[in-house]
């Protein structure tokens, strides 16, 4: 089995409704410099890179912005990589252009969670987390969706704050079944917040990855394998939340005074599954579709790390992860004694 690499990237439990988003980006895109069709048809405005949405927003009158973090020594944001993916031109940013106004809530009773946790264990504080996900194509239901992820959460103050990263198979979303980097954010429980750019609270600062983006290749079950690494760390100089991709290329970042409740550290740290049944109650596959077993080809998230409250990084090998399968007629989860490695997935179905 090969295992190769995408140059690439994960997250989120949902304990309540997520709101998908308020402002959708349409064809009248503010900073516009001009306008790409990528391989896979998506339409993608390349938009100057201060006149972004975000950073005209109230909360950041005084914001300036970032291009890296600080400890990046330099930036990877004009670089272009391997493989079939388009760049934006110099102090541009990529901004996939939405046509639906994809608003709502999604019901938590429908989703379930598949995952490992690391809690506030000797009441840590915890400034990144981090792994490897292979990524697969799957077959997805309009009303369904498929989500791998990583995430960070705290709770301050009555305020709950959540940052999720992954990939994620998602019609409703994105309105094909093609799995794709996406993001979510929540800084006052779940009354603010989207996925990607669909509302201000992201900076994006790379030309050629940004959340909405298909993930090509994609692996094989028991065949080439292909891998995406992705990183959510905080900058402790600006407190700033970065998404990061592949070998610490920067690609956005959450600016504090959207997360009050993550300005200090997380409390919680995730990295698994969520699915959503369809309006007919039928599951969609997770993972690649199979549960896992002795053969280890389930889809896993490999090399789980974090950032310990001395900045340390960290294997979750040495700690005592928590474990959630709310549908284990569905989905399986298999973390590997003494590792940083679990498999999970399943077929999904009706008799969950």
Request: aromatic share 10%; net charge negative.
């Amino acid at each position: 089995m090969k295992i190769l690499s995408l140059v690439l990237l994960a997250l989120v439990p949902v304990f309540g409704h997520l709101v998908l988003g308020r402002h959708s980006r349409s064809e009248h895109v503010h900073g516009r410099v001009t306008t790409m069709v990528t391989d896979d048809g998506d339409v993608v405005d390349c938009v100057d890179i201060y006149k972004q949405s975000t950073l005209t927003n109230p909360l950041l009158s005084d914001h300036v912005l970032q291009r890296k973090p600080s400890w990046v020594n330099e930036s990877h944001s004009n670089a272009q990589p391997d493989g079939p993916y388009k760049a934006c031109p110099e102090n541009t940013v990529p901004v996939p252009r939405i046509t639906a106004n994809p608003t709502g809530n999604f019901n938590s009773s429908d989703q379930h969670r598949v995952d490992v946790a690391l809690t506030g264990q000797h009441r840590w504080v915890y400034y990144g987390i981090g792994a490897e996900l292979n990524v697969y194509d799957l077959s997805v239901a309009p009303g369904q969706f498929s989500s791998h992820n990583l995430w960070v959460e705290s709770y301050i103050n009555e305020n709950y704050s959540m940052i999720l990263v992954g990939w994620r198979a998602d019609p409703y979303l994105f309105q094909d079944s093609k799995s794709r980097l996406f993001t979510y954010w929540t800084g006052k429980n779940f009354n603010n917040g989207c996925y990607n750019t669909l509302c201000d609270g992201y900076v994006q600062v790379d030309n050629v990855f940004y959340p909405g983006m298909v993930l090509q290749p994609t692996s094989i079950y028991g065949g080439n394998q292909y891998i995406i690494r992705l990183d959510v760390v905080q900058d402790r100089d600006t407190h700033l939340w970065w998404l990061m991709v592949g070998n610490n290329r920067p690609v956005g970042y959450w600016p504090k005074e959207f997360l009050p409740g993550l300005q200090g550290g997380a409390t919680v740290l995730a990295w698994g599954g969520l699915a959503r049944a369809g309006g007919d109650g039928i599951c969609p596959p997770l993972g690649n579709g199979h549960f896992p077993d002795a053969s280890n080809q389930a889809m896993y998230i490999r090399s789980l790390q974090f950032i310990d409250n001395l900045n340390n990084i960290r294997s979750t090998s040495e700690m005592i992860l928590e474990s959630i399968v709310d549908k284990s007629g569905c989905y399986g989860l298999n973390l590997v004694p003494d590792s940083a490695i679990v498999y999970l997935g399943g077929p999904g179905g009706c008799r969950c």
